[in-house]
């Protein structure tokens, strides 16, 4: 029913922004958006109803129409309004209009005063209960992240949204492939907030970070932060969840070296979980994907040198045995002829 509602909505949308929005033709042009041809007619069918949107918040300064003093003015857009169209029609929700999960209210410009104050979709409003999305497990995601230390903050104003911008975000994760792109884009959502201030202090009482200083206990430490996410540490491993969203107190966060730096390393379970089975078929090794990432005690042993070694081990045992088997023999012999 809320896809059928939703899917009315966008069409009814359509049809008004096509028919009487006014559209300046210009600013769909595919050089304004920084969008290719092909991206402009597959992307999004509609991508000419979005830029009503686009036409302010798509960049830095925006014109409108100032009926009062009867003249077009320009204005500077706040820099949190401000949503890149190619990082959008390249984001998992390109495929959406923007009144899709914006009131239809801001139809309307000048926008009314009171939809600031509307309750936004969270992941699980849309994804919840959703069949094609079920191999994702958004519902477990939603149960671990109301124990996640995260949670406690949403009276002040914490959300998804305030990790997964969903204007602009996609997964790299999900697919496994490049493990430093999937370190760096991990670590880059936490950092927009832990390593800047600006946002940090909107959900800390004012209080102010410094996350070199918070990890100066951590031996080679920028190693440590090129080479692992924050959620190595910081969040529980669960093997039903691609990724974990149960971020745990600091003072439940990994402290020691031994929970990666052996052969039942975390890692395995966690950043390297999606490429081991691969690696282990291709290379032998235990725990090969990660020999070329960083060092780990035990991470070296081969399966196949194991079971070369046991059957070299297995012969060398028969070898003496049968030798201590004719000693015997030849010893009998001589006694007897004596």
Not at 49 to 65: D, I, L, M, P, R
Not at 97 to 119: A, I, N, W
Not at 231 to 258: F, M, P, Q, W
Request: proline fraction near 2%; charge should be neutral.
């Amino acid at each position: 029913m809320k896809k059928l509602i939703l899917l009315s909505a966008a069409v009814a949308g359509l049809a008004l922004f096509l028919s009487g929005a006014g559209i300046n033709d210009s600013a769909v042009s595919g050089e304004k958006a920084g969008l290719s041809a092909f991206q402009q007619d597959t992307l999004n069918p509609y991508q000419k109803a979005n830029e009503n949107c686009f036409s302010c918040h798509g960049q830095k300064v925006y014109e409108f129409t100032n009926e009062n003093l009867g003249r077009t003015v320009k204005a500077s857009m706040c820099n949190e309004r401000i949503i890149d169209r190619a990082q959008f029609y390249d984001s998992n929700h390109r495929s959406f209009m923007c009144v899709d999960c914006h009131s239809d209210g801001y139809k309307t410009f000048p926008h009314p005063g009171e939809l600031r104050m509307e309750q936004k979709f969270n992941c699980i409003d849309c994804h919840g209960g959703d069949p094609a999305f079920e191999e994702y497990r958004f519902e477990l995601i939603e149960e671990e992240y109301q124990k996640s230390s995260h949670y406690r903050l949403e009276e002040d104003g914490f959300s998804c949204w305030s990790c997964h911008d969903p204007h602009t975000y996609k997964t790299v994760t999900r697919h496994g492939g490049n493990v430093s792109e999937t370190i760096m884009f991990s670590n880059s959502i936490c950092l927009d907030c832990h390593a800047n201030n600006d946002r940090f202090v909107l959900l800390s009482d004012g209080r102010e970070t410094n996350l070199i200083s918070r990890h100066d206990w951590l031996p080679r430490q920028a190693a440590h932060m090129r080479n692992v996410r924050c959620l190595e540490c910081h969040a529980e491993v669960r093997d039903t969840l691609l990724v974990s969203h149960y971020i745990k107190t600091k003072e439940e966060a990994v402290r020691g070296c031994n929970e990666c730096h052996s052969k039942n390393s975390l890692l395995m379970a966690s950043l390297y979980r999606y490429r081991a089975v691969e690696e282990r078929k291709t290379r032998g090794f235990l725990n090969a994907v990660i020999l070329n990432q960083s060092y780990v005690i035990g991470a070296n042993r081969n399966e196949l040198l194991n079971i070369l070694s046991l059957i070299i081990f297995g012969f060398v045992i028969i070898i003496i045995s049968v030798h201590i088997f004719f000693r015997i023999i030849n010893s009998k012999r001589k006694r007897g002829g004596a």
